[in-house]
């Protein structure tokens, strides 16, 4: 079964950069596992930051990117804003024969 | 803009079949993969499976003998329904645009349900 890991938690002062990642227990990632990430507040439903690596919805802020980085996939939020505080979660894709496989998402405190 | 909204119970007892709807609106439903997630109670989210426009689908395979999706593309409107249900299932529900190697972009706001006699 295929396990796709992301840090539980990270804490980030106001202003400052944080990178979250993604990996999988297949090995590295590439741009064909399509990585997605996902920004769910307290008490909202998620909503899509980056799709396909790096590319944004017309709603990302631009503080938030989109990479690949040492195999896994990446998430920086450069200008942390307290509105960022939220749990993120990552998505991947594994081919026409399997779902694509969630992370257990990282919990993001902006303090 | 595009926007999706789920319908449903929100109770629904053991061992039945739960049956959620998800209505698109400011999109055509073609060309298109819909997606169905849940999330339980403090727990991440899980994605239960898509399905295309033209009707193909894909299930997770620890919920594929109990999921059936379908689609009517004249109503704009995907469904989902999830048999034998326990209190595993308790969890709030998603429908949202995308599933495979598609991007998911939309989501809607989400419905919870809840399995318990």
């Known amino acids: 079964q295929t396990v796709v890991t992301q840090e539980p938690s990270l804490t980030v002062s106001p202003g400052g950069t944080v990178t979250l990642t993604c990996a999988s227990s297949?090995?590295?990632?590439?741009?064909?596992?399509?990585p997605s990430w996902f920004q769910q507040r307290p008490g909202q439903a998620p909503r899509t930051l980056i799709y396909?690596?790096?590319n944004k919805h017309s709603w990302t802020p631009a503080r938030f990117s989109g990479s690949l980085l040492g195999g896994k996939a990446a998430l920086t939020l450069s200008g942390a804003q307290p509105e960022d505080e939220a749990d993120y979660y990552c998505?991947?894709?594994?081919?026409?024969?399997?779902?694509?496989?969630f992370g257990g998402g990282t919990k993001l405190t902006v303090l | 803009q595009v926007q999706l909204q789920e319908s449903g119970p929100g109770l629904v007892k053991p061992s039945e079949t739960l049956s959620l709807t998800c209505t698109v609106s400011g999109a055509s439903m073609n060309s298109y993969y819909w997606s169905w997630l849940r999330q339980p109670p403090g727990k991440g989210l899980e994605l239960i499976g898509y399905i295309y426009y033209s009707g193909s689908t894909k299930y997770n395979s620890s919920l594929k003998s109990r999921v059936t999706m379908a689609v009517d593309t004249s109503k704009n409107q995907f469904s989902l329904k999830l048999s034998s249900l326990t209190a595993a299932d308790t969890a709030v529900y998603y429908c949202?645009?995308?599933?495979?190697?598609?991007?998911?972009?939309?989501w809607g706001q989400g419905t919870p349900v809840t399995v318990s006699s």
């Open positions: 998505l991947l894709y594994y081919g026409a024969d399997q779902l694509p496989v």
């Open positions: 949202v645009r995308g599933g495979g190697w598609r991007a998911i972009d939309y």
């Open positions: 297949t090995g590295a990632l590439t741009t064909y596992s399509y």
């Open positions: 396909s690596t790096n």
